[in-house]
């Protein structure tokens, strides 16, 4: 079951940190609202709002994102190409997150939810006495759309 955070989560869990929910905070956030299951980097997210008429300097969109990611709202993730990127964390702790398809030709990331592997999760737990609490699997290779252009 995914998990729909809310700008009242994103100000308990501020609260809790003794820190405010300020409104370039809450612009950020709104960001991943409006875009949802997109993969935004820093850039992306600045982008947007410029597009939309508002002006927040991207040191702050950096400050705001990596805040958000340590409260777990957003989850950070990287691709390989030295660029972090970031979703809304809608994942149940009982149940793994979705895994990533990216495409080493065009960057392109698309989500994949079969999630295979708790198997083998469960023999590792057995074996090693390791207790599993998640998982990410990265597959790179090429996208349909840069196949069909060779």
Do not use: W
Not at 72 to 93: A, M, Q, V
Not at 127 to 132: L, T
């Amino acid at each position: 079951m995914a998990k729909q955070f809310t700008m009242e989560d994103l100000k308990q869990r501020l609260q809790e940190r003794q820190l405010k929910l300020t409104p370039q905070r809450q612009i950020v956030l709104r960001v991943f609202f409006e875009h949802p299951n997109q993969h935004l980097s820093a850039e992306d997210v600045h982008d947007i709002l410029r597009d939309g008429q508002l002006e927040i300097g991207l040191a702050t969109v950096y400050r705001s994102l990596e805040l958000l990611a340590q409260l777990g709202i957003l989850l950070k993730l990287e691709f390989g190409d030295g660029c972090s990127r970031y979703e809304l964390n809608t994942s149940d702790p009982e149940h793994h997150q979705h895994h990533h398809l990216i495409c080493t030709r065009c960057g392109r990331v698309q989500e994949f939810d079969d999630d295979m592997l708790e198997g083998l999760e469960k023999d590792i737990a057995e074996k090693s006495g390791f207790k599993i609490v998640d998982h990410q699997v990265k597959f790179f290779g090429i996208c349909k759309e840069c196949q069909a252009k060779e």
